[in-house]
């Protein structure tokens, strides 16, 4: 039996472990009980599509990080699950000050994220005071709010055209998505130094070894890949484009240069074609690539979060106002 005072030591303990540490009937069907607990609440699951099978099939949506902030600030639920990373839930929070936000494991966050401190980015835009700043959505709240404008991979060419082309770009945190769109538009702009470590983890020498043994795959590829992956892609794209070309194009097989967890939502689209991750320099299980911060949301850890309400995403209200601004402009010029 779970008393109060078992859930407010898992309370007390959030901040050091992540997650609330509360022991689950064995006897409890997870699927089940969340669809109960939903209801209840009147909560939403939002879930990337980088989150186990179990999550995803769980969840109300699976999508990218444009769609999963299209989702979160157009939802009328009274609670928000984000089955993500940090960042995910700050943004929904962001959008939806009066809404409770909760995120199932609060340690799992983002390489690419944590490669932006905020005191070195706000000295590095202090620099440059003459230029626009673009920000990947893969950011802190913080960064946000210092931000002009955020994108996402789905959208981030339209962003960086959107902006008058005699104004100076500093394009933030990825290096690779920002050499990407500097090849993509032409425009010259001023790159911060941030990469996330799962798409930098695909050994070319593997992919090309690969592709000799499926000679026939096409490779689809996230644009936050290094640029000698993106060269021998035959598509790039966010990770829903990347399964809109894989549902569209007339072949049969495919390498994915994305985290592996993609893998679940193209297979149900294409369930009669050939889905071969990409293979990652670590020799492990899957010779795939997995983002381990993803991997830290369970279903058991979805389920508690939703009973008990915690733990909860709490962004201060001088930087989600700040914050909010760039994310606003972003879903307007996402809508035409």
Not at 29 to 49: G, M, Q, S, T, W
Not at 223 to 252: C, Q, R
Request: glycine content about 4%; proline content about 5%; charged content about 25%.
């Amino acid at each position: 039996m779970v008393t109060d005072e078992i859930i407010a030591k898992a309370a007390g303990k959030l901040q050091q472990k992540g997650f609330l540490d509360i022991p689950v009937d064995k006897q409890t069907n997870l699927v089940d009980a969340i669809n109960r607990l939903r209801k209840e609440k009147n909560a939403v699951i939002l879930a990337h599509y980088y989150q186990t099978p179990d999550i995803q099939d769980v969840a109300d949506y699976v999508g990218d990080s444009l769609g999963l902030s299209q989702q979160a600030a157009a939802t009328t639920a009274d609670m928000i699950v984000f089955a993500g990373v940090h960042f995910m839930g700050e943004t929904a929070k962001i959008l939806n000050p009066d809404k409770k936000v909760l995120l199932p494991d609060l340690k799992a966050g983002c390489s690419l994220a944590e490669s932006a401190p905020p005191d070195l980015f706000r000295k590095f835009k202090e620099a440059h005071p003459d230029h626009i700043v673009i920000t990947y959505i893969n950011c802190t709240a913080e960064i946000k709010a210092m931000s002009d404008i955020i994108c996402t991979s789905a959208n981030a060419e339209k962003i960086v055209n959107a902006v008058p082309k005699d104004k100076p770009i500093i394009f933030a945190p990825d290096k690779n998505l920002g050499r990407y769109l500097i090849n993509k538009t032409g425009r010259d702009m001023l790159l911060w130094d941030g990469a996330c470590i799962v798409h930098e983890a695909f050994a070319i020498d593997k992919l090309l070894d690969l592709h000799k043994q499926h000679p026939n795959a096409k490779i689809v590829a996230h644009p936050e890949s290094e640029s000698h992956i993106l060269k021998v892609a035959h598509y790039i794209g966010s990770t829903t484009g990347m399964i809109n070309f894989v549902k569209k194009d007339e072949g049969n097989e495919y390498i994915i240069a994305t985290e592996a967890g993609i893998l679940h939502q193209m297979a149900k689209e294409v369930p009669h074609k050939s889905l071969i991750p990409a293979p990652s320099h670590e020799d492990n299980t899957c010779a795939c690539s997995e983002c381990a911060f993803m991997r830290m949301n369970t279903l058991e850890k979805l389920y508690l979060c939703l009973k008990y309400e915690l733990p909860e995403i709490q962004v201060p209200e001088d930087i989600r106002k700040k914050a909010l601004i760039p994310i606003q402009r972003m879903l307007e010029i996402s809508k035409n």
